[in-house]
T-cell receptor
């Protein structure tokens, strides 16, 4: 079953703008991770936020986590054409942290 | 270079013909996992392995087998492939210890695109 669901499914913005993607999940989690996938390639880990954290930054990335709403957001600031990719959230569920469950992804297109 | 490799990268086969997709990692990771990716469904976990000789079912294990005889290798076996197994397959690995087991990022292979006719 799908644990994480991203919103929107697709997002198109101009270079320099900020991109925000949201992820909702259903059960208690140990952590939530964001991954990026360029077309036809493997996934690359971007950032991890633990269940006791509310916000985390890494370069142009900002992730928030609201465990009361079971949701997370990924903000990419000052987007570049090279940020064009699919972005997935993945959750490590509490009590079953051996598995990572992925959402269906947001396709981000950054127009030059 | 630290990496996860998969072979083959592309495979077209026919229904019922047994096949194996190999996965190898050179990072000495304990945990390895197989996923399939289908349009609109994201990645779904097929099987995972916490260490040598320890394997467990993921969310969609039907029609697949795995083995973990060596730490670095985690082959995915389709004994009798069917068209609904046409998909993009990814192998991934991560450490189980150190910074925190499930808090460690997963490293993904480049993918294997399988078509079953």
């Amino acid at each position: 079953s799908q644990q994480g669901e991203e919103d929107p499914q697709a997002l198109s913005i101009q270079e320099g703008e900020n991109a925000t993607m949201n992820c909702s999940y259903k059960t208690s989690i140990n952590n939530l991770q964001w991954y990026r996938q360029n077309s036809g390639r493997g996934l690359v880990h971007l950032i991890l936020i633990r269940s006791n954290e509310r916000e985390k930054h890494s370069g142009r990335l900002r992730v928030t986590l609201d465990t009361s709403k079971k949701s997370s957001s990924l903000l990419i600031t000052a987007s570049r054409a090279a940020d064009t990719a699919s972005y997935f959230c993945a959750t490590a569920r509490s009590g079953s942290a051996r598995q990572l469950t992925f959402g269906s992804g947001t396709q981000l297109t950054v127009l030059p | 270079e630290a990496q996860v490799t998969q072979n083959p990268r592309y495979l077209i086969t026919v229904t019922g013909k047994k096949l194996t997709v190999t996965c190898s990692q050179n990072m000495n990771h304990e945990y390895m996992s197989w996923y399939r990716q289908d349009p609109g469904l994201g990645l779904r976990q097929i099987y995972y392995s916490m260490n040598v000789e320890v394997t467990d079912k993921g969310d969609v294990p039907e029609g697949y087998k795995v083995s973990r005889k060596e730490k670095r290798n985690f082959p995915l076996i389709l004994e009798s492939p069917s068209p609904n197994q046409t998909s993009l397959y990814f192998c991934a690995s991560r450490p189980s210890t150190g910074a925190g087991g499930p808090d460690n990022e997963q490293f993904f292979g480049p993918g294997t695109r399988l078509t079953v006719l």
